[in-house]
């Protein structure tokens, strides 16, 4: 037995049952879903996820593009001497730090002055701290005067504040699950900054509109130009930086992407002196040899040898490289000053060279004075756009609810 209704058809009953059913309700709002409301979700939960951790990361990231320069202009005391005649002999500067050095065993390397004002920096290794895996940054260090040989003071590197804001940027001094919060939040950001663009992506005719801040225009459309103008100017280098983030914080993830196209070649390591034993070289016979065959190099880092068998490890900057802080690396014997290895980044094969550009890219150095100054203003982008997206979010918020109060008094 069937039951029938005057004037209506059997498919048009169905689709009046379908529409009146929850799975019509569903239908109806699914429909309305677009793919530029799932990545404005996203976007939101990011921000609202990251905000703080995005702060830090940018403003600390600003503070370390100049990072040698302010630690300078912080302990002027102790990093800078007046300009002397000639060096006293290195052998000697070290055995005056060693005098004062906390640390009873021999320094790890020195630190060679970047121009003839500063002083030399012998760092000690110090002792490691709970949790603590050898960080290169954890040294004990003794700024000399190379021209008199006056200790001009000493500091455990951790206690500075350079380095303080370092390890804040890198793990949020919470050691290798901050660091790996951090890489997360890199990657997070590269996810931010993509869909910030789509977002923003303007119809043709509204592109000059996209790039402006509308003048005279209401306090709501002030904050939201702002937001969306900060985020597009700063696309690129966020980019950049979010991206050579995910390097230094995830490099599990990130080198074996890279050596999947391009195999890489590791630090050598173990290099031994060949000469038989007798009077070690001083450092200075080390820099000549290196700058004899390299002219115009740039001495750096001096790591001392360890043991009968040990050798000089130095590391310099050539003068075309891209890293202010030089990837050429030189092994020398400790006994006949000979060369005995070169890492010279001039030579890196693909993916090496990749892995080299990483810090350039993150700090600016890339594009030189103009790149560093883009990643230090950049820096203060995600400031900018997480108090502007607040804003944004709660008149939003406020708005909708005022809307739905509204229609649910109407209701009644």
């Not at 060949?274 to 070690?280: I, P």
């Amino acid at each position: 037995m069937s039951t029938s209704y005057p004037f209506v058809s059997e498919q048009k009953l169905s689709d009046k049952l379908v529409s009146g059913s929850f799975l019509g309700n569903f239908k109806t709002a699914f429909k309305k879903i677009t793919l530029r409301k799932c990545l404005l979700k996203l976007h939101l939960y990011i921000s609202l996820w990251l905000g703080t951790l995005l702060v830090i990361a940018g403003v600390t990231g600003s503070l370390l593009v100049y990072e040698h320069t302010l630690d300078k202009w912080l302990n002027p005391d102790m990093m800078s001497v007046a300009v002397g005649e000639r060096w006293l002999p290195i052998a000697d500067l070290v055995a005056i730090a060693n005098r004062v050095s906390p640390i009873s065993e021999p320094p790890s390397h020195l630190q060679m002055p970047e121009d003839p004002s500063e002083a030399l920096i012998v760092r000690y290794q110090a002792a490691a701290m709970p949790g603590h895996k050898g960080h290169n940054h954890h040294f004990h260090e003794v700024m000399v005067n190379q021209y008199t040989g006056q200790v001009l003071g000493d500091r455990d590197r951790n206690d500075a504040l350079m380095t303080f804001i370092l390890r804040l940027h890198f793990s949020l001094l919470a050691g290798d699950f901050g660091k790996l919060v951090m890489g997360i939040t890199s990657l997070l950001t590269l996810v931010l900054t993509v869909t910030g663009i789509y977002l923003w992506w303007p119809k043709l005719g509204k592109i000059k509109q996209a790039f402006l801040i509308k003048r005279n225009a209401s306090s709501t459309r002030f904050n939201f130009d702002l937001h969306k103008t900060t985020g597009i100017y700063t696309a690129i280098v966020m980019l950049a930086v979010a991206f050579s983030g995910v390097y230094f914080n995830l490099p599990q993830l990130f080198k074996p992407a890279v050596n999947f196209f391009s195999p890489l070649e590791d630090m050598p390591r173990g290099i031994k002196s060949t000469a038989n034993g007798g009077t070690v070289i001083q450092p200075e016979i080390v820099k000549a040899n290196i700058q004899a065959a390299y002219p115009g190099i740039q001495i750096q880092r001096i790591f001392l040898p360890v043991g009968e068998n040990g050798s000089y490890m130095v590391s310099a900057r050539q003068s075309d490289e891209l890293r202010s802080k030089g990837s050429t690396s030189f092994w020398v014997d400790q006994y006949d000053g000979a060369i005995l290895a070169v890492r010279d980044p001039k030579k890196f094969n693909a993916g090496n060279a990749f892995i080299n550009l990483q810090l350039p890219l993150h700090n600016g150095e890339i594009l030189g004075t103009p790149g560093r100054i883009a990643v230090l203003v950049a820096g203060f982008a995600p400031l900018v756009m997480m108090v502007t997206g607040l804003i944004h979010w709660l008149k939003k918020r406020k708005a909708n609810r005022a809307r739905r109060a509204g229609l649910k008094a109407a209701a009644i």
